[in-house]
């Protein structure tokens, strides 16, 4: 699976994360087939442009242990997600060292390898495209 497979695989599972449930950067990878890449899930994601049509819910991506990555210093990512989550139900709570969770237990989604379609489907082929190869085949017989 090359660079670009592995992004539109990541962003097949993402679009299938129900409203109010979240999963883990290493299970989306487990779920393409790639369990040892949980940070190129997170590298993916991180550079994923807020204009992609359709929307990929990024913010339902989360850490192993329900915690909100932080984007470094002087950036508002967590907050945007944690803001994300709340206006869909989920409740985000701030541990007493200020980092900001979600429980797993109540909204973790976490399906079998092997029971969600990460393959995007392939584009049909354009209609002029077709009307020229059935052009040139005529042209040939």
């Given amino acids: 699976m090359d660079g670009d497979e592995f992004h539109a695989a990541v962003y097949a599972v993402v679009r299938q994360i129900p409203p109010q449930r979240v999963t883990s950067y290493g299970h989306v990878a487990k779920l393409i087939g790639m369990p040892n890449h949980s940070r190129h899930v997170g590298q993916a994601l991180k550079f994923l442009s807020p204009d992609v049509q359709p929307p990929i819910p990024w913010y339902?991506?989360?850490?192993?242990s329900g915690?909100?990555?932080s984007r470094g210093p002087g950036t508002d990512g967590a907050a945007r997600q944690r803001d994300a989550l709340i206006a869909e139900g989920v409740e985000v709570e701030t541990t007493r060292s200020g980092e900001l969770?979600?429980?797993?237990?109540?909204?973790?989604?976490?399906?079998?390898v092997g029971t969600i379609a990460f393959q995007p489907e392939a584009p049909e082929e354009?209609?002029?495209?077709?009307?020229?190869a059935d052009a040139t085949e005529a042209a040939e017989d």
């Fill in 60 to 64: 339902r991506v989360l850490s192993s």
């Fill in 101 to 112: 969770k979600v429980n797993l237990r109540e909204y973790g989604w976490f399906p079998a």
């Fill in 67 to 69: 915690a909100i990555s």
């Fill in 126 to 132: 354009a209609p002029a495209v077709a009307e020229a």
